[in-house]
């Protein structure tokens, strides 16, 4: 899979946007791009997958440029409850060894 | 719906002990994965199945042996433990092996060895 780089934390107010952006330089043609979150105590849960453009449902949106090297996981008016850790994926096929790196920690405040 | 069940949730063990961490999954998914989470840390995967009676090794497998003789079921086996041991492991489970599916996960099980 090819290698991601995101930043480790983030800070917003109850309320906000929060726009998380992954770094994949890297990507191959046939490659998607995966978001995950993950609860403290709990396993990481699907929640957003693209190949190009913008792809939205009823909990982010997904924003990759025309070059898709990188992607941005956007939370519309975070609440307490979307803290969580963060984490992006690049690959396709077959690719068994799903990889997880570290994600990003977003912690939401009042 | 359960989709993927793990058990027990929380285990202690002292070194050299060995135990069976459960998982079955009820989505009728033929791909299933362990994995383990140390603190701070992402997700390694241990071992993984295609289907019933196909494992193979993921990139952590050393201590640990699994087994898949239903599509439902995945068991771990930690055959003498050791604190390196100690870490979260989830048990996953997908519809086709490729990442274009969402991964189901289960809760999770906390394991220390003491």
């Known amino acids: 899979l090819a290698k991601t780089t995101q930043p480790i934390s983030m800070d917003s107010y109850e309320g906000q946007e929060v726009n998380i952006t992954c770094s994949h330089n890297?990507?191959?043609?046939?490659?998607?791009i995966t978001w995950y979150q993950q609860f403290p105590s709990q396993g990481p849960r699907f929640i957003i997958q693209?190949?190009?453009t913008k792809v939205t449902n009823e909990v982010a949106s997904l924003f990759i440029p025309a070059d898709r090297k990188s992607s941005t996981l956007s939370l519309p008016r975070v609440s307490l409850s979307d803290t969580a850790v963060y984490y992006c994926?690049?690959?396709?096929?077959?690719?068994?060894?799903?990889?997880f790196g570290t994600g990003t920690r977003l912690q939401v405040t009042l | 719906n359960a989709g993927v069940t793990q058990t027990p949730k929380f285990r202690i063990l002292k070194i050299g002990q060995s135990m069976t961490l459960q998982c079955t999954q009820d989505?009728?998914?033929?791909?299933m994965y362990w994995y383990r989470q140390d603190p701070g840390m992402g997700l390694k995967l241990i071992y993984y199945?295609?289907?019933?009676?196909?494992?193979d090794k993921g990139e952590v497998p050393n201590g640990y042996n699994v087994s898949r003789s239903t599509t439902e079921d995945f068991p771990l086996r930690l055959e003498l433990a050791a604190p390196s041991q100690t870490s979260v492991y989830f048990c996953?489970?997908?519809?086709?092996?490729?990442?274009?599916?969402?991964?189901?996960f289960g809760s999770g099980t906390r394991l220390t060895v003491v």
């Open positions: 996953a489970s997908s519809y086709e092996q490729s990442v274009n599916y969402g991964y189901t």
């Open positions: 890297n990507i191959a043609t046939n490659d998607y």
């Open positions: 693209g190949y190009k």
């Open positions: 994926l690049v690959g396709s096929g077959t690719a068994s060894k799903l990889t």
């Open positions: 989505m009728n998914h033929n791909y």
């Open positions: 199945s295609v289907g019933a009676g196909i494992t």
